[in-house]
């Protein structure tokens, strides 16, 4: 880029690679032009009302403001990681907090021990890539656990028949649930700069930032990611379960 800064002409040049994924599509025979312009101009829309937002909270809105940014997204995270648990009661509630939980952990960690500074430029961006991950993970933990309890019904009510808690009863299931949520963060974490080179390291060394401040940076946020993931899976795990029996130690889905 040799220094300049990305301009409009730029962006309106690259709806050509969205051309080019139309006309694939089409001749493909696929069926999915119209998703493929609908998403091109529903990232455009709003990645455009989203930059005039941070523009107010990085000018006006300070570090509360910017934490406020990122209890909506984690709201919305929870709305959407519950959706893949639906048959569990009160999934997006349990998502909201799971998500909620994790993310908040690690962002007030990084931030109390001054790892990174407590602006809003920052707490944002880093805030976001936390709610993320922890969404994708809580997501994977609920869509694994409904498809344990409509897969293993009858193992796990045999169990509870015999005497066991439901605790126990469902353990090997919240565990390959909890498993499943982790692997991909794990995954990511072990080929991390190999195959390809993350986005936060990406923006500073387009930014020009030397490369090794940026994978000073990057190994801090791959390790974020799969801390506040453990965390959010560590919560949604117990909630979910509750969910899932009732009082009687029954399951109620």
Request: proline fraction near 5%; charged fraction near 15%.
């Amino acid at each position: 880029m040799n220094g300049t800064v990305l301009g409009w002409p730029e962006v309106a040049t690259s709806v050509l690679l969205v051309a080019v994924a139309v006309a694939v599509a089409a001749w493909q025979r696929l069926g999915l032009n119209r998703d493929i312009v609908l998403a091109a101009v529903r990232a455009f829309v709003q990645l455009i009302a989203v930059g005039a937002v941070l523009v107010v909270i990085f000018e006006h809105g300070g570090v509360p403001g910017a934490l406020g940014w990122v209890a909506l997204m984690v709201v919305i995270a929870g709305q959407v990681a519950g959706r893949r648990g639906r048959g569990v009661p009160a999934a997006r509630l349990v998502a909201t907090v799971s998500v909620g939980v994790g993310s908040g952990l690690a962002l007030v960690t990084l931030l109390a021990l001054d790892v990174f500074p407590s602006r809003p430029s920052v707490i944002v961006p880093i805030g976001g890539m936390i709610v993320a991950n922890s969404m994708q993970a809580v997501g994977l933990v609920l869509l694994r656990l409904v498809e344990h309890v409509g897969e293993s019904r009858r193992s796990i009510e045999a169990r509870l028949l015999l005497g066991m808690p439901a605790v126990d009863a469902f353990a090997p299931h919240r565990r390959s649930a909890a498993r499943a949520a982790l692997l991909p963060a794990i995954d990511a974490t072990k080929v991390v700069g190999l195959i390809s080179l993350p986005g936060a390291m990406t923006g500073m060394i387009l930014a020009e930032v030397d490369p090794l401040t940026a994978i000073r940076y990057q190994i801090v946020v791959m390790y974020m990611i799969l801390g506040a993931a453990a965390l959010a899976a560590a919560v949604a795990v117990p909630l979910a379960q509750r969910r899932l029996f009732d009082d009687a130690q029954r399951l109620c889905v």
